[in-house]
């Protein structure tokens, strides 16, 4: 009997250990970041040991190509003094920026606000702040005000690179980040300062370039409008401007490409954040495979399909009444995030030889050419001259207009400028030619054909 009763002790012994170990886990506070707490704002110092540690998530277990939904999401509102002007009163910007953090779309995810200033530059006396607000969109809303943006970190400064910095390190599998920001880079202090802003952004290129390097990291820009009342802060020179008027911000969101494109289509934050202006995506372009066949809609002339390609016509000739030769492409973009627009807009295509894109447009039923997918699309091109040989079409990867539009090199006109921010192409410059640089092509689709006599 002794023995047995030697091992039943050892067994209580051991489940008594266990125990023990569980309650000391929560003793110490273990994911107590999740946990809300009268006094939740943490001020957390670049370099700090505890920083980045909580942003581990699930990512590390969760494989990129299995996630399927936004497991955290992690807010950085920049609280400089160039932001006071947005949250002085109710307006666009305080609804857009509560809106976000109760998307449907993070209901089941955890969530961090962090607000975010200073300057990791050394001739300044600054750091880089990040101070947590709490885990619960209520706590954002109520300290969405002058006097939170200035009690916490050191609202001088902005330092936009490190702001990309930090943002992007929380943009891992199955977690995003969002950065809401004026986009201007702080080089106020500068003899000449577009100069300097060159070389921030070579910083800021770096930056995505290192991030781009190990995963399939996705950048969208949202351009939104606010009234702005308080004092407009000089990127290019010193001084400020007092101005009572609206003016635009950005909300910048980074995360693995699938996620995105599930859940950030265009026409879902059309709907979701107040002020929409304009969005652009950035993003590795990869090797897509976009369905595509050629049909006989609309067409001209006459042709036969090759029996084993039907991307090969044969006895192809052109019309009789002197018309020319055209044939539709069936295309599915189904699997891409560009909103409808996109698609449809002419100069987004490059046709080669003498072809030339006739129309483009949604089919209103099925095509009975096409069998093995649902075309969204039919884009029409013709030619007058011969029809005959390789004939390629190719949707471009382009940055939108409103980019360019956007960016402005003088703030003397600032008063009644509700459009431009100083500098920003050079942002955008910097974050397209990093993407560019880790891209394997720069088309988003080649449709490819042979045609015959």
Same mark, same amino acid.
């Given at each position: 009997? !002794?023995?047995?009763?030697?091992?039943?002790s050892v067994y209580?012994?051991?489940?008594?250990?266990?125990?023990?170990?569980?309650?000391?886990?929560?003793?110490?506070?273990?994911?107590?970041?999740?946990?809300?707490?009268?006094?939740?704002?943490?001020?957390?110092?670049?370099?700090?040991?505890?920083? /980045?540690k909580?942003?581990?998530?699930?990512?590390?277990?969760?494989?990129?190509?299995?996630?399927?939904?936004?497991?955290k999401?992690?807010? %950085?509102?920049?609280?400089?003094?160039?932001?006071? /002007?947005?949250?002085?009163?109710?307006?666009?910007?305080?609804?857009a920026?509560? +809106?976000?953090?109760? %998307?449907?779309?993070?209901?089941?995810?955890k969530?961090?606000?962090y607000?975010?200033?200073?300057?990791?530059?050394?001739?300044? !006396?600054?750091?880089? +702040?990040?101070?947590?607000?709490g885990?619960?969109?209520?706590l954002? !809303?109520?300290?969405?005000?002058?006097?939170?943006?200035?009690?916490?970190?050191?609202?001088?400064?902005?330092d936009l690179?490190?702001?990309?910095?930090?943002?992007? +390190?929380?943009?891992?599998g199955?977690?995003?980040?969002?950065? =809401?920001?004026?986009?201007?880079?702080? =080089?106020?202090?500068?003899?000449?300062?577009l100069?300097?802003?060159?070389?921030?952004?070579?910083?800021?290129?770096?930056?995505?370039r290192?991030?781009?390097?190990?995963?399939?990291i996705?950048? @969208?820009?949202i351009?939104?409008?606010?009234?702005?009342?308080?004092?407009y802060?000089?990127?290019?020179?010193?001084?400020t401007?007092?101005?009572?008027?609206?003016?635009?911000?950005?909300?910048?969101?980074?995360?693995?490409?699938?996620?995105?494109?599930?859940? %950030?289509?265009?026409?879902?934050?059309l709907?979701?954040?107040?002020?929409?202006?304009?969005?652009?995506?950035?993003m590795?372009?990869?090797?897509?495979?976009?369905?595509?066949q050629?049909?006989?809609?609309n067409? *001209?002339?006459?042709?036969?399909?090759?029996?084993?390609?039907k991307?090969?016509?044969?006895?192809?000739? *052109?019309?009789? *009444?002197?018309?020319?030769?055209?044939f +539709?492409?069936?295309?599915?973009?189904?699997?891409?995030?560009?909103?409808?627009?996109?698609?449809?807009?002419?100069?987004?295509?490059?046709?080669?030889?003498?072809y030339?894109?006739?129309?483009?447009?949604?089919?209103?039923?099925?095509?009975?050419?096409?069998?093995?997918?649902n075309?969204?699309?039919?884009?029409?091109?013709g030619t007058?001259?011969?029809?005959?040989?390789? @004939?390629?079409?190719?949707?471009?990867?382009?940055?939108?207009?409103?980019i360019?539009?956007?960016?402005?090199?003088?703030?003397?006109?600032?008063? /009644?400028?509700? !459009?431009?921010?100083?500098?920003?192409?050079?942002?955008?410059?910097a974050?397209?030619?990093?993407?560019?640089?880790?891209?394997?092509?720069?088309?988003?689709a080649?449709?490819?054909?042979?045609?015959?006599k």
């Open positions: 009997m !002794k023995p047995i009763i030697k091992i039943l209580f012994l051991i489940m008594l250990i266990f125990s023990a170990c569980g309650n000391r886990d929560e003793r110490l506070g273990r994911n107590k970041v999740n946990q809300p707490t009268d006094e939740p704002t943490i001020k957390i110092e670049e370099n700090s040991p505890g920083y /980045g909580s942003y581990s998530g699930n990512s590390q277990t969760t494989s990129t190509n299995q996630q399927q939904t936004i497991s999401v992690t807010f %950085f509102i920049e609280n400089s003094g160039s932001m006071l /002007g947005y949250v002085k009163k109710a307006n666009d910007y305080k609804n920026i509560v +809106s976000l953090s109760y %998307f449907p779309e993070f209901d089941n995810s969530k961090e606000f607000f975010i200033n200073g300057t990791s530059n050394t001739t300044k !006396k600054s750091n880089i +702040s990040l101070n947590l607000i885990t619960d969109p209520e954002l !809303k109520n300290n969405l005000n002058q006097s939170s943006f200035n009690k916490y970190g050191d609202p001088r400064y902005s690179t490190r702001m990309f910095e930090k943002a992007l +390190s929380c943009a891992k199955g977690e995003i980040s969002i950065l =809401v920001s004026d986009c201007i880079y702080d =080089v106020g202090e500068e003899s000449d300062p100069t300097a802003l060159k070389i921030e952004t070579e910083k800021t290129k770096k930056v995505f290192d991030r781009l390097t190990t995963e399939n996705q950048t @969208i820009i351009k939104a409008e606010s009234q702005f009342e308080g004092n802060c000089y990127a290019s020179k010193k001084g401007q007092n101005l009572n008027q609206k003016r635009p911000y950005y909300i910048i969101i980074f995360g693995d490409s699938k996620l995105l494109n599930k859940y %950030f289509t265009e026409e879902n934050i709907k979701k954040i107040t002020g929409y202006v304009s969005m652009a995506r950035f590795k372009i990869g090797n897509l495979k976009i369905p595509y050629a049909t006989n809609q067409s *001209k002339g006459t042709f036969r399909f090759d029996k084993t390609n991307n090969k016509l044969i006895n192809a000739e *052109k019309d009789r *009444k002197g018309q020319g030769f055209q +539709s492409i069936a295309v599915d973009y189904s699997s891409l995030p560009f909103p409808d627009a996109y698609y449809k807009a002419k100069e987004n295509y490059t046709p080669t030889g003498t030339k894109i006739i129309d483009i447009y949604t089919p209103s039923k099925k095509i009975p050419d096409v069998t093995t997918f075309p969204d699309k039919l884009i029409t091109i007058s001259s011969s029809p005959y040989g390789n @004939i390629e079409l190719t949707l471009k990867y382009t940055i939108p207009n409103w360019t539009e956007t960016s402005s090199d003088n703030e003397s006109g600032i008063i /009644g400028d509700t !459009k431009h921010t100083f500098g920003f192409k050079y942002l955008t410059d974050i397209t030619e990093a993407y560019q640089y880790k891209n394997k092509q720069q088309n988003i080649t449709f490819k054909f042979e045609i015959l």
